[in-house]
């Protein structure tokens, strides 16, 4: 119908005056069609911009408007297809298209099939000679049912994401296990809390590492230290306010000396008391800078190699000053925090150990001589990854110390013999960028995940299982970092087609309006 529409439209463009039977039959069209697509032109021929939705170049321009804002606004930002008619109709669309509630939710629900039939085919189609290594984080998320994610960390492909009755390890294993089967994957260690069922499932179902999540386990820290801290540092604060003022009145009555002097000591003691409140905060601060920069692959002072060992110990130094805290601000530790956190600082340290061992696994598989190993282990891989660490940290205080570390690890590539050797040699950069990107000491990604998804069905009108699944495809396939890739893309290492695009060839025709040609087509809210 539209193509018709588009030939009599330029039919009635053409400089020479044509009647419906000259029309006809240059269009090759009936002369009831020709009268009736005439008149519907003529009745929505409203604004300036009608004639261009009339051209062909402006129906895929059109096509192209409709579904981009279903996607990106009804299925990516949960807005309302009420909401979305109101766009249209302010934008002027629905003399062109049918902008119907009911038109909008088809277009959104053939978008979403389109899209979860992309990841199928895609997906589907990916063969390896050898498994590929990854390393996940797990989490879940409760809204009407109980979500199960699974993340590979390094590239932020999304596993699995989907609705569960329960989060035991058994339903975790069943579906871990038909995406190893599926993709053909390695999974190297698990990023977790330290929920049960996740521990069970790396250690006796997966069979490797569970690494403590350093982020849940430094909020043991915040929970223990910062809530308190500030606590009593607001309630020293309001006493001072507060003797300040009867000292203020005391000598406003002329009181006795001895009464001026009882509470300008009462008045000195609390400010002891703060001092050592506010110096305690201080060394909270500093020892949740330590425990960031302790746990990492290399010294952030000397570049050098770092073992499970030499973390655990940096790690038990932390728990000391806790200690040391708590009992100088005689705060109660009634849920056991400390505890909780001391049981962790084994696991965050074994990481460290685990990664070195898969780095020298790798190397071994390149058959290279010895001074080339040393030389990317100790100079290239430093370098990388403290470059990586300082480009991708937001906090203004970690960065500076990461900018440290990176610029003593540069000059120290800049000033080896072998660096003008292997300068050009783009292969190892990569392997480093690679080798780096598996170091993951949190599983932060899969918690921001879930508070998108958390964020999306508070709008009030939850998450079906279909847009779940088109939600993860998106998140797979269409979005792109900084560098221009996309999670799928950096998990397999291989182009793929836009997804947008790749469901836009494959839409139907946009619906009609449903207004006749012989009615008056009124914008009405």
Same mark, same amino acid.
Request: glycine share 4%.
């Given at each position: ?30 002369? !009831? ?15 300036? /911009? ?71 085919? &895609? ?28 993340? @590979? ?35 190297? &260690? ?109 010294? +952030?002072?000397? !570049? ?12 038990? /130094?932390?728990?000391?000053?806790? @200690? ?23 696991? +965050? ?26 030389? $990317? ?7 990388? &990854? ?15 110390? &990461? ?9 120290? $590539? ?49 998450? !079906? ?61």
């Amino acid at each position: 119908m539209r193509e018709r529409r588009s030939k009599i439209f330029k039919l009635l463009c053409s400089a020479k005056k044509l009647s419906i039977r000259q029309m006809s039959k240059l269009a090759n069209i009936p002369k !009831s069609s020709t009268h009736r697509h005439k008149k519907v032109i003529e009745a929505r021929n409203l604004y300036p /911009e009608s004639g261009f939705w009339e051209t062909s170049e402006g129906q895929k321009y059109q096509h192209r408007l409709v579904v981009a804002t279903i996607l990106i606004f009804g299925v990516m930002c949960g807005v309302g297809a009420g909401k979305i008619r109101f766009y249209f109709k302010l934008i002027r669309l629905f003399t062109h298209v049918g902008i119907s509630e009911s038109s909008i939710r088809n277009i959104a629900n053939e978008i979403e099939n389109k899209i979860i039939e992309f990841q199928k085919h &895609y997906e589907g189609g990916i063969n390896f000679e050898k498994p590929l290594e990854v390393i996940v984080g797990a989490d879940e998320t409760f809204f009407d049912k109980i979500i199960l994610v699974l993340m @590979e960390l390094a590239s932020g492909y999304i596993l699995i994401e989907e609705e569960a009755s329960d989060r035991t390890y058994s339903t975790w294993m069943e579906k871990v296990q038909n995406i190893i089967n599926k993709i053909g994957l390695r999974i190297k &260690y698990v990023v977790s809390d330290r929920a049960k069922a996740l521990i069970k499932l790396a250690l006796k179902g997966i069979k490797c590492l569970s690494v403590p999540d350093l982020f849940h386990a430094s909020n043991e820290i915040v929970k223990l230290l910062g809530l308190n801290l500030n606590r009593k540092l607001n309630s020293i604060q309001a006493k001072i306010e507060k003797a300040s003022a009867v000292l203020s009145i005391l000598i406003t009555l002329s009181k006795g000396p001895d009464e001026i002097r009882t509470q300008k000591l009462v008045i000195e003691n609390l400010i002891c008391e703060q001092a050592v409140i506010e110096s305690d905060i201080c060394k909270y601060k500093e020892l949740l800078h330590q425990l960031s920069i302790s746990a990492h692959a290399f010294n +952030i002072a000397t !570049s050098e190699r770092q073992t499970s060992a030499q973390i655990l110990i940096l790690l038990k /130094e932390i728990v000391k000053l806790i @200690e040391e805290i708590l009992s100088e601000c005689a705060i109660d530790d009634k849920k056991k925090r400390l505890n909780k956190f001391s049981k962790q600082v084994e696991g +965050i340290a074994a990481l460290t150990d685990s990664w070195w061992l898969w780095a020298e696994e790798s190397l071994n598989s390149f058959q290279i001589d010895n001074d080339l190993k040393k030389w $990317l282990i100790e100079v290239l891989l430093p370098f990388i &990854y403290w470059k990586s660490q300082f480009t991708k940290t937001k906090n203004p205080k970690l960065k500076q110390s &990461y900018q440290k570390a990176y610029e003593n690890a540069k000059l120290k $590539l800049e000033r080896h013999p072998l660096t003008l050797l292997f300068e050009d040699r783009p292969e190892w950069v990569s392997w480093a960028e690679w080798m780096v990107s598996n170091f993951q000491r949190s599983s932060s990604a899969v918690e921001g995940r879930n508070g998108c998804l958390s964020q999306l069905r508070h709008n009030g009108r939850g998450l !079906s299982g279909n847009r779940l699944r088109a939600l993860t495809a998106i998140h797979n396939f269409g979005l792109r970092r900084s560098d221009g890739t996309t999670a799928a893309e950096r998990l397999f290492r291989r182009d793929f087609p836009d997804i947008f695009e790749w469901v836009l060839e494959r839409m139907g025709e946009l619906p009609t309006p449903r207004i006749s040609a012989n009615s008056p087509m009124r914008l009405t809210f």
